[in-house]
DNA sequence: TCTTTGATTATAATTGTTACAATAAGTATA
DNA sequence: TATACTTATTGTAACAATTATAATCAAAGA
């Protein structure tokens, strides 16, 4: 599964003549097998063994190289940091109040809500994002478990 | 309208025992009565003649006692700042890809989208916000034009 | 009036991100 | 292979939004 994603992300990013750096590799490879939605910091934290003088600027740089590509998209919550989340299928997220994890929650996309809004705005609409915040299982468990 | 709303704001504060300053009277006021969702340095700057040594700080101190009693929703899009919605009723965010405007759209919150979130995924659900992105009539009239 | 608490101010510090210039690595052409 | 040319990376400086801190000020209670 990861493995054809990273394929087929390499092959769009060839495709576009943008050239595949071991940097590129690493950081991409990274995003789509983390299921935990990393921030720049966290990608560059989890390479810098790999990489020991690779730039935190590189990560950025090589951010929004895939971000143009529309391979990466950005996530902008409540915190100080973005997100970066592998394009893949259309899902939401859900994130966790207290602890912050953020879980990919699958759904059909809300076309009919598209059009309403269009038809009442009169935006060209291009798409839209949902979250969907709460307290995640564990939180739950471990907040009752404390009282 | 905007008067019920101030008035509202103010005795939930008093209520907390928060105290209510001239400051935060007119930052609570522009915030309600103005209509495009300003940032922390619009408000300041729109306050600024009215008090000429007030601080910046002060508007983010306020925002964040604002927040803190739910009387004020921080909106986090792409943009590099952030900006403040008074809570008022169910709507949710249209934001123009090319100059940036946020209009609300009206629709009923979608509550069933919430339980199955619910459902699939453990979740103990608060709350959910969506955003609709694309282009606004007056851009689209205005790229047309040009062309 | 005195004390205490809370709010504001001014400024310093922090943090995430971007800009820039220099260096390095690839690619293409002769 | 040598040469120029393009692109990527690095390191660091700059920036902008936000937060923290300390000092001053204002209000409320005893």
Redesign the pocket.
């Known amino acids: 599964m990861t493995e054809v994603h990273l394929r087929d992300a390499l092959d769009t990013l060839k495709s576009t003549?943008?050239?595949i750096?071991?940097?590129?590799h690493a950081i991409l490879e990274f995003i789509i097998q983390s299921m935990s939605h990393p921030?720049?910091?966290d990608i560059y934290k989890a390479l810098e063994s790999k990489?020991p003088?690779?730039?935190?600027?590189?990560v950025?740089?090589?951010?929004?190289?895939f971000r143009e590509a529309g391979l990466v998209k950005?996530l902008?919550y409540g915190d100080?940091?973005?997100r970066f989340d592998f394009v893949t299928n259309d899902h939401y997220h859900m994130i966790c109040d207290t602890c912050g994890k953020i879980v990919d929650f699958h759904y059909p996309g809300l076309d009919e809500v598209e059009h309403l809004a269009s038809h009442l705005t009169g935006f060209e609409v291009s798409y839209h994002r949902m979250e969907i915040y709460g307290v995640c299982p564990t939180c739950k468990e471990h907040a009752t478990k404390v009282q």
Request: proline share 4%; hydrophobic share 30%; net charge positive.
């Open positions: 003549g943008v050239r750096t071991p940097q590129r921030t720049a910091d990489f003088s690779m730039s935190v600027a590189t950025y740089n090589n951010l929004r190289v950005e902008t100080s940091s973005s």
